[in-house]
């Protein structure tokens, strides 16, 4: 919320002044972001998720350290793309059994969401190339969609090539931050959800 407040601001200094800049215009959305109590807070853990990439005990030394000095270990440690972990003909993960009391496999945790859909209405996840699915993704990554999604809404169908079960999604925009060419493009339901029942 504080990010798109100080985004608007700066969107409409830039429209006031009217300078023809472009893009320009808005560089001070940045360095406002940043002095805002919203920004500081972020600064501070700007660390956290890359400190786990080398493994989990060098992340929580890390991350540990850096929370007890309130953020303040210098430098911004490199990121590695989540996309970047799949590669083409890898093994899946191993299968997990669940117990049906403590842990669930995720239809059933979907199914817990309570997440509830309109169920005629147009896909609200569109692939912008499809191609690249049934290409470069297969041959890359492997489709990596039918294994980060939680709610398996993306279902690799080999030869049919990829089926997308909107009803399933649970609206977390995983596939919008892991998908490896970023051709998911995540639009609102157009009517009727989603509703989250127990909430």
Not at 10 to 16: C, D, S
Not at 40 to 66: H, M, P, T
Not at 132 to 144: A, L, Q, S, Y
Not at 158 to 167: F, K, P, Q, Y
Request: net charge negative.
């Amino acid at each position: 919320m504080k990010s798109g407040l100080v985004a608007a601001r700066a969107a409409a200094k830039a429209l006031a002044e009217n300078s023809g800049q472009g893009n320009s215009a808005l560089t001070s959305f940045l360095p406002d972001f940043r002095q805002t109590w919203a920004g500081q807070e972020l600064w501070k853990v700007r660390n956290f998720r890359q400190a786990f990439q080398k493994g989990f005990r060098a992340g929580v030394f890390r991350s540990g350290l850096d929370h007890l000095l309130g953020g303040r270990l210098p430098g911004r440690l490199p990121m590695e793309a989540d996309h970047a972990r799949y590669k083409a003909g890898a093994s899946p993960a191993k299968h997990i059994s669940f117990d049906g009391k403590l842990t669930f496999d995720r239809l059933t945790d979907l199914y817990h969401s309570g997440t509830s859909h309109e169920e005629d209405q147009p896909c609200h996840l569109v692939v912008l190339d499809p191609e690249i699915c049934t290409t470069r993704c297969t041959e890359e990554f492997g489709n990596p969609c039918q294994h980060f999604c939680p709610a398996e809404v993306y279902d690799w169908r080999g030869d049919e090539g990829l089926h997308i079960n909107a009803s399933n999604c649970v609206h977390c925009k995983t596939c919008d931050i892991a998908d490896p060419y970023q051709i998911i493009n995540w639009v609102v339901p157009e009517e009727g959800g989603p509703a989250y029942m127990g909430m």
